[in-house]
């Protein structure tokens, strides 16, 4: 039988970690297509999964200068290369066996060279996908969630 306070320990137990994740449009084609990774073996968790550009936020750091730092970093982008469109509302998710409480920032970006992204280690491949080809795709938790939310988020002057 289920017990309530076991499940609001259990809740407890679980570490609140703030990651962002940036979404990656070119305009450059017929319709614009967003940039998905696949996670490497290398990357602590989901590995395989398909993901936006993103990453934990450290501490002491904005959502959105860590949003520009995960973009240099896994695309090699620098900020003059992408223009941020819009910042989402956090999107929640709960991971028991990481034992994690995700709130996840989105973004979407401008990508104002496409053809210059190098990626890192954190991925094996890199894609460029119509948003509507999303849930086609194994892809981390709430991905299509937190694309909605970046899409649906305020516009950034």
Not at 21 to 36: G, K, N
Not at 50 to 56: D, Q, R
Not at 87 to 100: K, Y
Not at 107 to 117: M, S
């Amino acid at each position: 039988m289920n017990n309530p306070q076991q499940h609001d320990t259990d809740q407890q137990a679980l570490r609140p970690t703030h990651v962002v994740t940036c979404f990656l449009m070119r305009v450059d084609t017929a319709e614009p297509r967003i940039l998905i990774m696949q996670r490497s073996q290398r990357v602590g968790s989901y590995h395989g999964q398909w993901a936006g550009v993103s990453g934990f936020l450290e501490a002491n750091t904005t959502p959105d200068e860590q949003a520009y730092t995960e973009i240099r970093e896994e695309t090699s982008l620098q900020r003059e290369q992408v223009q941020m469109l819009r910042r989402g509302a956090i999107v929640e998710h709960l991971d028991p066996a990481l034992r994690r409480h995700f709130y996840i920032h989105p973004f979407l970006f401008q990508v104002n060279t496409p053809d210059a992204i190098r990626i890192d280690w954190e991925a094996n491949e890199m894609r460029w996908i119509a948003p509507s080809e999303l849930p086609n795709y194994e892809t981390v938790p709430k991905l299509l969630e937190v694309y909605t939310s970046a899409i649906n988020g305020e516009e950034v002057a």
